[in-house]
DNA sequence: CTATCTTTGTGTAAACATTACGCATTTATT
DNA sequence: AATAAATGCGTAATGTTTACACAAAGATAG
């Protein structure tokens, strides 16, 4: 028997600006006048290796470059999960900083789209699902790697950091007790630069020194934020 | 152009005894008198979910029904990881009780075989980093999730508990202080049984609590388990 | 039958980490 | 100058982890 299996990748990739949490999402035509949303993904070259793909398949649907990039999960369990031929999918985790939150144009990045997580429509094939498993990836993520720093610009305010945290967690922390813990692994410093905002003692800047992080995690250092 | 990417499932299967932790291995025949050791997989039917498809191949290939299964990671990037066709390979983390440590007679069980895991030999294609990746896996699980019970008969002793978390993280642990934090979580429960050994006093069996742990589970219970 | 060995089971004090807040600081606004 | 808003720093109370002392229960040897 010969075996006929499609291999396709598809993308989750997070966004974050200003308290919301996006994903990329791209919008389909099928047949003349229907519409579906959709993970940016596709078939997978021959030879070309499934993390390849997916950073193709992004550049060309949405013309995005992700910070971070990381394989998922393997959908492959649902055998009609794609109606008209057999299709596993292999889904990949992605982040942006708010610098990449505006779509560039392209010929067919004009269909793509960020959306607020809580307002993610129906999406084609199980791409529902999917999503949830990155979200939850991305929650647990946060807590035990240092991804937040992926989804910020290179310089940020310790609100900001925070804000992020509480909003995607979808809990509360102490502020005070929250910039203490951060500060206390030592690899998020403090810059020169300061913000001025319309209200309130002006904040200064930081940012994440990811040669210290990387140093400190061969000393067996290891990256924990609890929220109760 | 036509997609023709082979799409197989590996499972590795890990086991433990008298403070030793087993992979299972199968001996496959290249050619006429080549033989390699490999991980159980083979190729996806294409009405087969994935899952079903290990839980097939380790029927066939080992005659071994696992105790605990999820899915480890896609192995796609290494276009020439098997020099004949592209194959992309699905992996499988498993575990199984020590009372499923000898290998039943089959017709192609027969090459099965349980190898330590500081004992590995060679293995086709990528196979060893697939190991190597599986007991990355489990050393992480073994810290935030309950499944060193199931590589424990149903009745376990607090001594064998300790030493398969020891043996397998590499670590020392203090033996009492062990003690007071697993039972501090309250899944874990004291028998009737009593077991007696040569030497020193008889010890109590103890047994995990599946329905008690996930009635904490879901009252927002964390486990962990932490080693300097 | 008692001394010794070995493993199991319980407790407790010191060290360390987390949590809950109080309050001074620095700007913009009134 | 007084007020408001957000930032930055400190400290006491509480909780958790670690290190280790020691009693308990059986096996063995003299």
Redesign the pocket.
């Known amino acids: 028997m010969i075996q006929n299996i499609r291999v396709a990748v598809d993308a989750i990739v997070f966004g974050y600006q200003n308290g919301k949490l996006y994903v990329l999402l791209i919008q389909q035509k099928f047949g003349t006048n229907e519409t579906y949303w959709a993970l940016p993904g596709g078939l997978v070259g021959n030879d070309e290796p499934l993390k390849e793909a997916v950073q193709r398949e992004l550049k060309e649907e949405t013309n995005v470059e992700v910070n971070y990039l990381e394989q998922l999960y393997t959908f492959g369990d649902d055998v009609y999960r794609d109606t008209r031929n057999r299709v596993i999918s292999v889904a990949y985790f992605a982040l942006v900083d708010s610098s990449k939150l505006s779509i560039k144009a392209n010929t067919d990045a004009e269909h793509a789209q960020w959306i607020e997580v809580n307002q993610i429509p129906n999406l084609a094939f199980d791409h529902n699902k999917i999503v949830q498993k990155a979200i939850e990836r991305l929650k647990a993520k946060l807590t035990y790697q240092p991804i937040g720093f992926d989804l910020l610009p290179k310089y940020f305010?310790?609100?900001?950091l925070?804000t992020l945290y509480c909003t995607i967690l979808e809990k509360e922390?102490?502020?005070?007790?929250f910039?203490?813990?951060i500060?206390?692994f030592g690899f998020v410093e403090?810059t020169e630069k300061?913000?001025?905002?319309?209200?309130?003692?002006?904040?200064?800047f930081f940012q994440f020194n990811t040669q210290k992080y990387n140093q400190l995690l061969q000393e067996g250092f290891h990256f924990?934020i609890?929220?109760?």
Do not use: M, Q
Not at 157 to 160: A, G, R, T
Not at 173 to 177: A, C, F, G, P, V
């Open positions: 305010l310790f609100s900001e925070e922390i102490d502020r005070r007790n910039r203490k813990k500060l206390s403090e300061i913000s001025v905002h319309n209200t309130g003692r002006p904040a200064k924990e609890k929220f109760a």
